[in-house]
C-alpha cells in the first residue's frame, strides 16, 4: 500500500487547512488510518486516528478543532483542522495499519506517507 498526502500549507491563526491521503496499491484492508505530527527533536505524535468500524479518537490538543474522517470507497481519509494554532505546527504523516493475510498467519503493517508541512503563523 502507497500513502499519498496533500493539503498542507501556510495558514493564519484561526485558519483552517483540510489534509488529505489516499492509500493505492494494493486491496488489503486498513483497520487503522491516522494522523500524526512532528516537530524538529521531538517524537511523532498521534494526533487524530479512525478504526475500520468508524470509531476515532484525538489528542486532548486538538480535540473540538480538528476532525478525521474517511472515504471507504476512495480508501482516503481526511483531517479537517479549524482553529488553528501556531502550536499545530509540524510535519503531518498519514498512517495506514494494513491487514496482511497470508497462509501461515494474519498479521498488521504500518504504512506512511511522506508527510506534509504545515505552519501556522501568529
Known amino acids: 500500500v502507497q500513502l499519498m498526502e496533500s493539503g498542507g500549507g501556510l495558514v493564519q491563526a484561526g485558519g483552517s487547512l483540510r489534509l488529505s491521503c489516499a492509500a493505492s496499491?494494493?486491496?488489503?484492508?486498513?483497520?487503522?488510518m491516522g494522523w500524526y505530527r512532528q516537530n524538529p527533536g521531538k517524537q511523532r505524535e498521534l494526533v487524530a486516528g479512525?478504526?475500520?468500524?468508524?470509531?476515532?479518537n484525538y489528542a486532548d490538543s486538538v480535540k473540538g478543532r480538528f476532525t478525521i474522517s474517511r472515504d471507504n470507497a476512495k480508501r482516503t481519509w481526511y483531517l479537517q483542522m479549524n482553529s488553528l494554532k501556531p502550536e499545530d505546527t509540524g510535519v503531518y504523516y498519514c498512517q495506514a495499519r494494513v491487514e496482511v493475510i497470508t497462509i501461515e498467519r494474519t498479521s498488521e503493517l504500518d504504512e506512511w506517507g511522506q508527510g506534509t508541512q504545515v505552519t501556522v503563523s501568529s
Open positions: 496499491g494494493s486491496s488489503n484492508r486498513l483497520n487503522f
Open positions: 479512525i478504526t475500520r468500524t468508524g470509531n476515532t
